[in-house]
């Protein structure tokens, strides 16, 4: 199975055309990243894929934007159950689902308003944008911290906590969109832990079982998460509450030149895709 990797540090503006790119069109200005775009034509995304634009955005770990004001206008309760909510939440993760009428704090962080970085420059914040174009049910791997050296990280399931230790530590989401219909998609997302070195290990491919090189790698189903979102709608995926070893501190949460910091990955449905059969030059 192909998988794409977004690494955040080198994340680029929008690729390929896009429905509405305008959206984020502030956000990226509001970076010093001109000097990445690219200097030769996007090339064109399959008319059956779906197109996702991630989003990463990054201020001070207690700027009271990131850790409470988005998520009091936005939708945690319909994002995902009762009983996964907790789950994650117990995890330090926060889930959310949001409308394309984006609400105030949505747009501040994402540059979109007057009061947003670009005119604040001086509130140390940075946005980051790539869009993927993924054929449904195949999966892409999300770079959201790391390389880390060492890492501790502790999971709580069913009552019970698990501390692990790692080393050369990649804190990564798996995200698979499926495309449903009328414009809709969900979005499969699982945290994993990639760790070790890399080296040429068994793995599953579409046609069976490989050697590929790659690290080892640490799951907890229970962690897994979906969101059903239709054309132009977003998720958000960011740290809760909980101590710093949590999956969710550890993903969202690091120090850069002795300051805490924290992140928000959003996601926005560009395209949903068509079915095959629903290409017009077919008989």
Known sequence: ????????????ACAGPTTGCALFTASET????????????????AADAVQ???????????????????????????????????????????????????????????????????????????????QLSLPSGQDSEVLVNGPLEHCRVRFVLNGQQEILEFEQTRCVLRIKPI??????VKLEIAPEIHHGESRLRHASTAEGWAFRPGQLT???????????????????????????DTVGQRFFRHDQDGQARQRLLV????HAGREPSDDPRQP
């Open 267 to 270: 996601i926005r449905v560009v």
């Open 1 to 12: 199975m192909r998988r794409a990797v977004l690494w955040f540090a080198c994340a680029v």
């Open 218 to 244: 640490e799951v907890r189903h229970a962690l897994k998460f979906q969101l059903t979102l239709n054309t132009g709608e977003l998720a958000l995926v960011g740290a809760g509450d909980g101590p710093t």
């Open 179 to 184: 495309r449903l219909q009328d414009g809709w």
């Open 52 to 130: 996702l634009q991630v989003v990463f955005v990054e201020r001070p770990a207690d700027d009271p934007a990131m850790q409470q004001l988005v998520w009091q206008e936005v939708d945690q309760v319909g994002a995902t159950p009762p009983a996964v909510r907790s789950v994650l939440a117990d995890n330090g993760l926060r889930v959310a689902q949001c409308g394309s009428n984006l609400p105030p704090t949505l747009q501040n962080l994402l540059g979109l308003s007057a009061e947003g970085p670009a005119a604040r420059p001086a509130d140390h914040s940075t946005t980051r944008s790539h």
């Open 30 to 45: 509001a970076t010093p990243t001109e000097w990445l775009r690219p200097t030769l034509p996007p090339l064109r995304s």
